[in-house]
């Protein structure tokens, strides 16, 4: 039998193998558990390669591959709350509103887009959800790259190391990690060719935290 979390993170594998072809990584697969610490992914993934579920592919960091799918209800834990919804099935989609283009390099001018891109239900959590496109390479080491999809949570709250759009002066959106010194903001690139970016905390708003991506070939 599979806990909700393990149920919830094999279909979350599963789907985005199904639509990107690519493993997500271990921040992804937190952030849409909302787990704080990649700890808990290490366990999950553990317990659902004991279980035979998934298995690791050697000589491929963070390949992973999906071996089965619970069979029936049984596989999942009996007391799920009321108000957990299973995630639909891939060949539903659900639209969000693409809103322009976000810098994960020097920041650039927030824009607002009339369009919008389809995704899988099972990439969204609750709460309301947008898309950005990805400009730039400064979050290349967190597997972000130009020209990807990005699925975002709106929310103005962050907490430590989470990846987020951040609002600066009210104009400028940027990609980045988002740390707390004292009265400052820290904007951290995963490319070390990028220099973190510090301001004072009332120059910058939060516009969401990164949930997932998607990527076109």
Do not use: C, W
Request: hydrophobic residues 40%.
């Amino acid at each position: 039998m599979l806990t909700r979390k393990q149920h919830d993170l094999l279909l979350f594998i599963h789907n985005r193998l199904s639509v990107s072809g690519i493993s997500p990584s271990f921040e992804e697969m937190k952030l849409a558990l909302d787990l704080k610490s990649k700890s808990g992914i290490h366990r999950l993934i553990k317990a659902l390669e004991e279980r035979g579920f998934i298995r690791r592919l050697p000589n491929r960091a963070r390949a992973l591959e999906v071996i089965r799918l619970p069979e029936n209800k049984t596989e999942i834990q009996k007391k799920i709350s009321q108000d957990y919804t299973p995630p639909k099935a891939d060949n539903d989609v659900i639209e969000i509103p693409l809103h322009g283009r976000i810098a994960a390099g020097l920041p650039i001018e927030a824009l607002e887009g009339q369009s919008h891109l389809a995704v899988p239900p099972s990439y969204l959590g609750s709460g309301a959800h947008y898309a950005l496109e990805v400009a730039g390479d400064s979050m290349v080491d967190a597997g972000i790259f130009d020209g990807d999809y990005i699925i975002v949570r709106q929310t103005d709250e962050a907490h430590e190391g989470e990846i987020v759009v951040a609002l600066i002066d009210n104009s400028d959106a940027t990609l980045k990690y988002f740390h707390r010194e004292g009265r400052m903001v820290r904007l951290d690139p995963a490319n070390r060719t990028y220099a973190p970016m510090r301001y004072d905390a009332s120059r910058i708003g939060i516009q969401g935290r990164l949930v997932g991506l998607l990527r076109r070939y």
